[in-house]
């Protein structure tokens, strides 16, 4: 049987990404670019420290796109955090997605797709338990984006984002 999942990862290998785009894992020198992209992508801004501690922390799931010139054109950042079990006689692992951003001349080459695949493949080495986000209730394109790769909403977050929008809490059970 094939899975939703194993069918993207299969489409993937005959990926419509150009072969003008490479992925890799972030380095400090990358954080700039990351920032950049950061700031015309998204209303959610971080300062510098932030970035750097999650590259510290876990370099592995930090990954960043470059076009053929070298420039930053997309990232993805995941943090590990430990949460009680359900029984609450244990802590879990679970994989939080801290951001995602394709630069929008890039966008839909799957680009995302593929950096969501290889950070999440990347970050089982932690024994995570599941994979969360949390996303804007407007943001279709994003919403698409992880229930393609079998995110499901488990709930919505009120007024999750400082202008007062709500979030969905999507969750992957790994
Ligand atoms: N309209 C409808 N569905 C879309 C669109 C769109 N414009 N773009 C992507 N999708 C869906 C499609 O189902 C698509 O699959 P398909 O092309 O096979 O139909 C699927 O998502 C995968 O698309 P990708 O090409 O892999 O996505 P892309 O590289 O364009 O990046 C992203 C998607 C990251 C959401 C991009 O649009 C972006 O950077 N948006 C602004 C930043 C953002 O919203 N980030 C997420 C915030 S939430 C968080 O970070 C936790
Ligand atoms: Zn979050």
Same mark, same amino acid.
């Given at each position: 049987m094939t899975t939703n999942k194993e069918s993207e990862l299969n489409n993937f290998n005959n990926?419509? #990404?150009? *072969?003008d785009i490479f992925i890799r894992r972030c380095s400090i020198d990358d954080l700039d670019g990351v920032v950049e992209v950061n700031e015309r992508e998204l209303p959610e801004d971080y300062p510098y420290f932030f970035y750097k501690s999650i590259l510290d922390n /876990?370099?592995?799931?930090f990954l960043v796109a470059l076009n053929k010139n070298g420039d930053i054109i997309a990232y993805i950042m995941w943090r590990v955090e430990k949460t009680p079990s359900i029984d609450s006689l244990r802590y879990v692992n679970k994989s939080h997605l801290v951001s995602i951003a394709v630069s929008e001349k890039y966008r839909r080459r799957r680009i995302a797709t593929k950096l969501l695949i290889e950070s999440m493949s990347a970050i089982k080495k932690y024994k995570i338990l599941q994979y969360v986000l949390e996303v804007r209730v407007s943001n279709y394109t994003a919403i698409r984006l992880y229930e393609k790769l079998d /995110?499901? #909403?488990? *709930?919505i977050k009120k007024k999750?984002?400082?202008?007062g929008e709500n979030a969905y809490f999507m969750v992957l059970n790994v």
């Open positions: 990926t419509d #990404i150009r *072969s /876990f370099p592995e799931t /995110f499901k #909403i488990e *709930s999750y984002y400082r202008d």
